[in-house]
């Protein structure tokens, strides 16, 4: 029904920057919450930042400063641009959406495939 496809990940020395975008497509009436994880291995999936319909941003500690996150609401696309990365920031990304297919129904959660982002030092 929707699909989340992400881009942009890749290798990258540290202090570099990259950029992902991720775009929904499918049946969707408005899409709420749009986030960026991330889980390096052996660690959980955690939340690197997120942004609502509404603009408003949130980040975790460890970017604050360094990402940001933006999302065109006519396009259904999210981005994160990372900067000043550091080796800590090696993982595979995830996007996040919260997707409301009608406008009477449940919202769903959906998650694209990933993309490996790895720093190197």
């Known amino acids: 029904q929707v699909q989340l496809v992400e881009s942009g990940g890749g290798l990258v020395q540290a202090g570099g920057s990259l950029r992902l975008p991720c775009a929904a497509s499918g049946s969707i009436f408005s899409i709420n919450a749009m986030s960026w994880y991330r889980q390096a291995p052996g660690r959980q999936r955690e939340l690197v930042a997120g942004?609502?319909?509404?603009?408003?941003?949130n980040y975790a500690d460890s970017v604050k400063g360094r990402f940001t996150i933006s999302r065109d609401n006519a396009k259904n696309t999210v981005s994160l641009q990372m900067n000043s990365l550091k080796s800590e920031d090696t993982a595979v990304y995830y996007c996040?959406?919260?997707?409301?297919?009608?406008?009477?129904?449940?919202?769903?959660?959906?998650w694209g495939q990933g993309t490996q982002v790895t720093v190197s030092s």
């Open positions: 942004i609502t319909s509404g603009g408003s941003r």
């Open positions: 996040y959406a919260d997707i409301l297919h009608k406008i009477i129904g449940p919202r769903v959660d959906y």
